[in-house]
């Protein structure tokens, strides 16, 4: 069965930056979708930023440039998100998630599998 592992979280002050990392044990292939997913208390989860197995990561129009996705080409298992600029209101819960799809959009997959999440706090 796959897993998510999740890494990086923490506590920092506004305008530091973090890089949050997410592992799969299993082989991503061209039709699977990752992704970094944010949930802050009290509200929906929503997508920072996606990216297919072979594809160009997309963002969320919050990020604005702020946060970069990259991905482990080699082995396709690992992606990283590189969170600068950050502001109070990124504090969240951050989740990765992994999942197939023809179109790997910013819409918040039904069909995923989860880490557990990692906790990002910005103070001001």
């Known amino acids: 069965q796959e897993h998510l592992s999740e890494s990086g979280g923490g506590s920092l002050q506004s305008g530091g930056s973090l890089q949050l990392s997410c592992s799969s044990t299993?082989?991503?292939?061209?039709?699977?979708?990752m992704g970094w997913f944010v949930q802050a208390q009290g509200q929906e989860r929503e997508a920072v930023a996606t990216?297919?197995?072979?594809?160009?990561?997309?963002y969320n129009d919050f990020v604005n440039g702020r946060f970069t996705l990259s991905r482990d080409d080699d082995f396709r298992t690992t992606i990283k998100l590189r969170m600068g600029s950050l502001r109070p209101d990124d504090t969240a819960m951050y989740y990765c998630?992994?999942?197939?799809?023809?179109?790997?959009?910013?819409?918040?997959?039904?069909?995923?599998?989860w880490g557990h999440g990692t906790q990002v706090t910005v103070s001001s």
């Open positions: 998630a992994k999942w197939t799809s023809s179109e790997c959009t910013l819409q918040t997959p039904t069909n995923s599998i």
């Open positions: 990216t297919s197995g072979d594809g160009r990561p997309r």
């Open positions: 299993m082989y991503t292939y061209s039709r699977d979708c």
